[in-house]
Each structure stands twice: as C-alpha cells, then as structure tokens.
C-alpha cells in the first residue's frame, strides 16, 4: 500500500494521478476514497470519489465498511474495504490519496505493508496560490483549508519519505522510485525464502 498524503494545494492528487498512469500497466490500482463533501464540477462519481450522504456514510463506518475514516474539513473521508482487500489479495499495489489521519490508522493497522510519504508545498506563499488557483473554493474555504494545512503539515516527521513538490515531474518521478523500491524489500517478495532455499541446496549439492 502506497500512500501519499499532504495538504490541499500541495500537489497530492495531480501526483498520485500520474502515478496511476505510469504504474496501472503493472497493476497499480487507486483507492477510491467515499466522501461527504459535495462533488466539484470537474469531478466524476466513482472515479475521482464515492460521494456519499452523511447518513449513508456513517451507516457504512458502524457496518465497519471503512478501512480507514476521519473528518476533514468539515466533511467525512473513508477507505472502502472491500475494494482495497480485493486488490491486495491479487497481489497488486494500491495507491492512497488520504490524509494523514487515515495514513496513521492504516499504519497501526497494517504497518508492514504500507510506504507513506508526504507531499509538501515549496512554501506557504506557494501553498495559497495554488488554492486559490484552482477556483474551486470560495475564500472562506481557502482560509479554513490553509488553517488546517498547518495540523497537517506537522504530522510529517510520521512518513516514511518525503517530497518537496517544487516540480511535479521531478516528484512524480520520486514517487515512482519509492514505489519501486517498496517492491524489491524482502517482505514484499513472498516467494523469496524458497528461492533462496533452492539455491543454498544447489551449492550443497554441488560439494
């Protein structure tokens, strides 16, 4: 499981975007997160979240249909279970957009199986611009999501990576070797042991 978290405007969800892209040839699929929050103009149902209403939401977090849940900016955010265990029983990566309380309820649940990392803005000036250039938020909004971004930033240091998004591409490309990377660990490679124990039996048999 690779997650990336960080505030809004930091670059979080263009990043894990172009991850997808790159990476769905080999099997990289996106948790979709369910949400309260209204959809956005430019946002599809199903494909950019599950928009869900507050009732219908809470009635699947008591049913424990959630992986992870919080509320973010006065809206409920969740992980959909089953779709997440599906992907990990075939033995495919899931890529999270989340925030950072959902990122440390899934550390403690599945510690060994998640890469966090943590996108952060160049600078704050940075950070306002890129909210308010988005033009999907009313100014009161941009003011409460820069409040917030000041909680989340300071939960970095939780991270197992983190990135300056001076560049998206260069973060792109960062994201990608993490990923890489996670895949090569021992851990993830569950066949290994008997590999291994394959070739010290070869090297016996061969004195």
Avoid: C
């Avoid at 006065?74 to 265990?85: F, K, L, M």
């Avoid at 075939?90 to 957009?97: A, H, I, N, S, T």
């Avoid at 999907?136 to 820069?146: N, P, Q």
Wanted: glycine content about 6%.
């Amino acid at each position: 499981m690779l997650v990336l978290s960080s505030p809004s405007g930091a670059g979080k969800t263009t990043i894990s975007r172009a991850v997808l892209e790159a990476e769905r040839a080999n099997g990289l699929s996106l948790s979709i997160s369910a949400t309260t929050r209204a959809k956005r103009p430019s946002e599809m149902a199903g494909v950019h979240y599950h928009f869900m209403s507050e009732r219908e939401f809470l009635k699947k977090q008591k049913a424990g249909d959630f992986l992870e849940w919080a509320e973010v900016h006065g809206n409920y955010y969740a992980t959909p279970r089953e779709e997440v265990e599906q992907a990990l029983s075939e033995g495919r990566d899931v890529l999270f957009d989340i925030d950072w309380q959902g990122a440390s309820q899934i550390r403690k649940a599945a510690p060994e199986d998640m890469v966090s990392v943590f996108i952060l803005p160049p600078d704050a000036t940075s950070l306002r611009e890129r909210l308010e250039r988005r033009a999907e938020d009313d100014g009161a909004t941009i003011k409460r999501r820069l409040t917030n971004a000041r909680t989340e930033i300071a939960h970095w240091g939780e991270y197992d990576h983190v990135i300056v998004n001076h560049d998206l591409e260069v973060s792109v490309k960062e994201v990608l070797a993490i990923l890489h990377a996670s895949r090569t660990s021992a851990k993830r490679q569950t066949g290994l042991a008997a590999d291994v124990a394959k070739i010290i039996a070869d090297l016996e048999a061969m004195e």
